[in-house]
C-alpha cells in the first residue's frame, strides 16, 4: 500500500475519498483526520447536506486516534445543529468510551435501548464496549441474544465468529460464517474464511469441505491468492491420508491451483516490476515435493 | 477460414433481417393508407405481412446473438472482487477505540517508570 500525502490533494478528490472510504467501511483514520483539517475544513459549507455525515465519520476516525480535540469539535457542531438527536448522544457514548469511562457509556446506551427499542445500534454498542473491557465471553453471550431477535444482520455474524474465533471455538465460528455465506454466496473472502476455519479444525471431512469451499472461492476470485494456497495445503494435507484414485485427483487439483499462483504472480511481476521469482521457485518447488510424495 | 466467413454470413443475415424488418413497416404502412383510400375497414394485417415480420424477427435475433460474441456468465460478485478482508472484513458497529493509537496522541502521558 502505497502511502500518499493527503493534506495536498484537492477538495473534491478530498470529499469523494472519504465518500468511498465511509460507504465501503474503510478503517483509515488518520489518514480521514488528515484530509478533514487539511482539506475539508477550510470550506465546510461547500460540503452541503453531506457535512453532517462527513462530522461523523470524522468524529470516529478522530476518537480511533485519540484525536479527542477534533472529536470535540465536530461533537460541538453536531450538537449545535441537531440538538435532541438519539445519533449525537450515540457519539458522546462512544467519547466517553474512547476516555475509559466504560460505566457512563453503558448508561447512555441503556438509556437509548429504553427510548427506542428498535434501534439495534445502541445493543451492539454495549456488546463492542464487553469486548473492550476483555470480557469476550459476556460479549459473545450478549451478542447472541442480539442474533435471536435480529437474525439477519451480517456485521454481527461476522463480529460473532471472530469472537469465537479469539477464543478457539472453530466450530461455532464456522456456524457464523455460514450464515454469512447464506446471506452473500458470492462473495470469495467469506468462502475463503470458512474453508480457512475447516481447514484448522483439521479432519479428513473438514479438510475436504475447506478444499471444496477454497476451489469455490478460486473459481468465483481467480485473485484470491489465499484460496489458491488453501487449495493447494488442502491437497497436500488429503493426499498424505488417501491412496489410489482419489490420490492423483488431489494431485490434479493441486497442479491446477499451482499454475493458478505462478500466473498471478508473473501477471503481478509484469505489472509492477517486482522481482516475485523467488515466490515462483517457492511454488514450484512445493508442487515437485508432493508430486514425488504422491508418487512414491 | 471458417470462422471468419460464418461470421460474414451472420453479419450479413443481421443485415438482411433488418432490412426486411423495415420493409413489413413501410408495407404495412402503404397498406394501411390502400385501405384508407378504399375506405375499407382496418381489421388486421395482411397474413404475409405478418409472417415476413416474424421471420425477420427471429433472424435478427439469432444473428444478433451470434454477431455480440460468446456468451459470458453473469457475477454476482464484480464490486466484491477488489476488495481485501481489511475493508470487507470490518465491523463499524463495533469498532472499539482501545488499541495502541492511543500513544499516538499529543495527549498521551505514558507511565515510563518502571512498576
Known amino acids: 500500500m502505497e502511502v500518499k ?3 495536498s490533494v484537492c477538495f473534491d478528490e478530498g ?24 482539506v475539508l475544513s477550510r470550506r465546510p459549507s461547500a460540503l452541503g447536506d453531506e457535512l453532517w455525515v462527513v462530522y461523523e465519520q470524522v468524529c470516529i476516525a478522530a476518537l480511533d486516534c485519540a484525536r479527542l480535540d477534533v472529536a470535540a469539535e465536530c461533537m460541538n457542531a453536531l450538537q ?5 438527536s438519539h445519533r449525537v448522544l450515540k457519539l458522546q457514548a462512544m467519547r466517553l468510551e474512547a476516555m475509559g469511562r466504560y460505566d457512563d457509556a453503558v448508561g447512555v446506551y441503556d ?7 428498535a434501534n439495534p445500534s445502541y ?35 461476522l463480529e460473532l465468529s471472530n469472537l469465537y474465533l479469539g477464543e478457539c471455538e472453530y466450530a461455532k465460528a464456522a456456524h457464523c460464517l455460514e450464515e454469512l455465506i447464506l446471506a452473500q454466496p458470492h462473495n470469495s473472502l467469506y ?7 475447516k481447514y484448522t479444525l483439521g479432519g479428513t471431512d473438514n479438510v475436504e469441505q475447506a478444499k471444496q469451499y477454497f476451489l469455490q472461492a478460486a473459481k468465483i476470485n481467480p485473485n484470491n491468492m489465499r484460496a489458491l494456497y488453501g487449495l493447494f495445503f488442502s491437497c497436500q494435507w488429503l493426499v498424505q491420508k488417501t491412496t489410489g484414485q482419489k490420490r492423483k485427483e488431489y494431485v490434479a487439483l493441486a497442479s491446477w491451483a499451482t499454475d493458478q499462483l505462478i500466473d498471478r504472480f508473473q501477471m503481478a511481476a509484469d505489472e509492477s516490476s517486482a522481482h516475485l521469482d523467488d515466490q515462483v521457485k517457492t511454488v514450484e518447488q512445493m508442487f515437485a515435493a508432493l508430486k514425488l510424495f504422491s508418487s512414491a | 477460414m471458417s470462422g471468419g466467413s460464418w461470421s460474414t ?3 450479413s443475415l443481421c443485415f438482411i433481417g433488418l432490412i426486411s424488418l423495415i420493409h413489413c413497416a413501410y408495407s404495412a404502412a402503404q397498406h394501411r393508407s390502400y385501405l384508407r383510400l378504399t375506405e375499407q375497414e382496418f381489421t388486421r394485417l395482411p397474413a404475409d405481412i405478418l409472417l415476413q415480420t416474424v421471420v425477420s424477427l427471429v433472424l435478427i435475433c439469432y444473428s444478433a446473438a451470434h454477431v455480440a460474441g460468446d456468451f459470458l456468465p453473469i457475477r454476482a460478485d464484480t464490486q466484491v472482487r477488489t476488495k481485501s478482508w481489511d475493508t470487507v472484513g470490518n465491523c463499524p458497529s463495533f469498532y472499539t477505540f482501545d488499541h495502541r493509537a492511543k500513544s499516538l496522541s499529543p495527549y498521551f502521558a505514558a507511565d515510563l517508570r518502571p512498576q
Open chain 1, 15 to 38: 470529499r469523494s475519498t472519504l465518500r468511498h472510504w465511509r460507504e465501503d467501511h474503510v478503517r483509515r483514520p488518520e489518514e480521514s483526520v488528515e484530509l478533514w483539517e487539511h
Open chain 1, 123 to 157: 445493543r451492539k454498542r454495549k456488546v463492542a464496549v464487553l469486548k473492550a473491557q476483555g470480557k469476550r465471553t459476556e460479549a459473545i453471550r450478549e451478542l447472541n441474544d442480539y442474533l435471536k431477535k435480529f437474525l439477519n444482520d451480517n456485521e454481527a455474524w
Open chain 1, 111 to 117: 438509556t437509548l435501548t429504553a427510548r427506542d427499542e
Open chain 2, 9 to 11: 454470413l451472420v453479419r
Open chain 1, 80 to 84: 449545535k445543529k441537531f440538538p435532541n
Open chain 1, 5 to 7: 500525502d493527503w493534506t
Open chain 1, 191 to 197: 468462502l475463503q474464511r470458512y474453508a480457512d476455519v
